[in-house]
């Protein structure tokens, strides 16, 4: 069982930025992959990000160009930088391995002037 929890979330400008963390521990020889998704009220929860084994990212349209996936090996964690944030971004945001069905408590993220 991987353990996954997700910090960094806050408050911030719109302009400003954010870097999400999220550390896992547990079965870490297990992970292959890292997702990040996001669900703001009354939306969908939706895919914004994701590493792969070999250093392979992937980004949804609406974040391409501002937020920026990467991994910290020594310290079993994945962030999310999140620059020229919008309104917009405001969600809570997920870290996710494929191999799990389930979600933990995700990090709050308000962008508002």
């Known amino acids: 069982q991987v353990q996954l929890v997700e910090s960094g979330g806050g408050l911030v400008h719109p302009g400003g930025s954010l870097r999400l963390s999220c550390a896992a521990s547990?079965?870490?020889?297990?992970?292959?992959?890292m997702n990040w998704y996001r669900q703001a009220p009354g939306k969908q929860r939706e895919f914004v990000a994701s590493f792969m084994w070999g250093g392979r990212t992937n980004y949804a349209d609406s974040v391409k160009g501002r937020f920026t996936i990467s991994s910290d090996n020594v310290k079993n964690t994945v962030y999310l930088q999140m620059t020229s944030l919008k309104p917009e971004d405001s969600a809570i945001y997920y870290c996710?391995?494929?191999?799990?069905?389930?979600w933990g408590p995700g990090t709050q993220v308000t962008v508002s002037s």
């Open positions: 547990g079965r870490i020889f297990s992970i292959s992959a």
């Open positions: 996710k391995t494929p191999g799990s069905s389930s």
